[in-house]
């Protein structure tokens, strides 16, 4: 399976950038498919998920209400809708698959990884 994460970029804050995730390879439909960040020196954080047969979504807390996570099965790509962006949302964000399908906020589940975008918010 092989991810292609793009979209990043820089934003002024308030602004708006939307990330695509697109799949390739043996990909199916049982997967989970997540967004990660990762900060400069820390550890990367879950950022939401969506479970690909059911589209059940989550997301950690900082980003309810402004990001939204969706998929189109036709595109076989997963959306990461980012609004009312903040300085803090600054870092290079990852896409990733779980193929238990479960959507985990614990990024060891996810098998498979694609490479970072930078998303930049300026103050």
């Known amino acids: 399976v092989q991810l292609q994460a793009s979209g990043g970029g820089l934003v002024q804050a308030g602004g708006s950038l939307r990330l695509s995730c697109t799949a390739s390879?043996?990909?199916?439909?049982?997967?989970?498919v997540g967004w990660f960040r990762k900060y400069e020196g820390k550890d990367r954080e879950f950022v939401a998920s969506?479970?690909?047969?059911?589209?059940?979504?989550y997301y950690e807390e900082s980003v309810k209400g402004r990001f939204t996570i969706s998929r189109d099965n036709a595109e076989n790509s997963v959306y990461l809708q980012m609004n009312s962006l903040k300085p803090e949302d600054t870092a290079v964000y990852y896409c990733?698959?779980?193929?238990?399908?479960?959507?985990?906020?614990?990024?060891?589940?996810?098998?498979?990884w694609g490479q970072g975008t930078q998303v930049t918010v300026s103050s």
């Open positions: 390879g043996r990909t199916s439909r049982r997967f989970a």
């Open positions: 990733a698959a779980d193929s238990t399908g479960m959507g985990s906020s614990d990024g060891i589940r996810y098998r498979y």
């Open positions: 969506i479970q690909w047969m059911s589209g059940n979504t």
